[in-house]
């Protein structure tokens, strides 16, 4: 179907909820890649402001500091990573389900909402493990 080509008024409003699930997907993407962004760079950020103020542990700081940004590096590719998989995992789901309405049927995909689930959960994992043994 060309994107001059009008959709049925019947199928209209399905296309039209299908594509703010769509953007949806994009924004919850975005915001896992902004994510992974600030975690990756949260213990450099750490570091800095530690030899900034001088601390007097300054010695054990930078130590602590480098131990944790690997976790960071590492953790923060990670979710930028997923956030790319999920924008297009949600792309391919999109025209899918645009398929789908054309044929006036519809059959539920969860591969999608589970990855999601998983992500969160083990990211909120980590994160408790990261702040517990951080402080």
Sequence with gaps: MSENQKYKSSHASDHMANERTFL????????IMAFGF???RF????????????NSHSQS??????????????FGV???SLGVL?????????KKVEKQIECNGYQSSI????????SVLLIGIFLVIYLNNSV
Excluded at 24 to 31: E, K, L, Q, V, Y
Excluded at 44 to 54: D, W
Excluded at 86 to 94: N, Q
């Design 24 to 31: 949806a997907w994009i924004r919850t993407s975005i915001g």
């Design 38 to 40: 600030v975690v990756e």
């Design 43 to 54: 213990a450099l950020f750490m570091k800095q402001l530690a030899i900034f103020l001088g």
């Design 61 to 74: 700081v930078p130590n602590q500091s480098y131990y944790l940004q690997g976790y960071s590096s590492v």
């Design 78 to 80: 990670f979710l930028v």
């Design 86 to 94: 999920i924008c297009l995992l949600a792309f391919i789901k999109y």
């Design 111 to 118: 591969l999608l909402n589970i990855m999601l689930t998983l």
